[in-house]
């Protein structure tokens, strides 16, 4: 089955940088797109980047362009997020996520995710 494991995630002081990781098993990674959600609490859910299957392609929330970096290894079944200049409004849980169709039926897949923290 689908499993997403993220981590990376802390505390970190505006200005910070922190990367979070996403192992992905179950499922042809290399075939789909991947994506990082956050959610902050009281808040909705909220794309913040994604990548093609091949990696050629990224995508982001305008929020966090120009500081956050989504990448991918094909051959290990990561995805990885660099976050640079943190806000504290970036504070969230970090959600990896694949969407697919899959048995006739448009699917979500999430991890546990991972909490970031920032603050001074």
């Known amino acids: 089955q689908v499993q997403l494991v993220e981590s990376g995630g802390g505390l970190v002081q505006p200005g910070g940088s922190l990367r979070l990781s996403c192992a992905a098993s179950?499922?042809?990674?290399?075939?789909?797109?991947m994506n990082w959600y956050r959610q902050a609490p009281g808040k909705e859910r909220e794309l913040v980047a994604t990548?093609?299957?091949?990696?050629?392609?990224?995508n982001y929330a305008d929020s966090v362009k120009d500081r956050f970096a989504i990448s991918r290894d094909n051959v290990k079944s990561m995805v990885y997020l660099q976050m640079n200049s943190l806000k504290p409004e970036d504070a969230a849980m970090y959600y990896c996520?694949?969407?697919?169709?899959?048995?006739?039926?448009?699917?979500?897949?999430w991890g546990q995710g991972t909490q970031v923290t920032v603050s001074s």
């Open positions: 990548i093609t299957s091949s990696g050629a392609n990224t």
């Open positions: 996520n694949l969407n697919r169709l899959w048995l006739g039926a448009r699917r979500n897949y």
């Open positions: 179950g499922f042809t990674f290399g075939g789909y797109p």
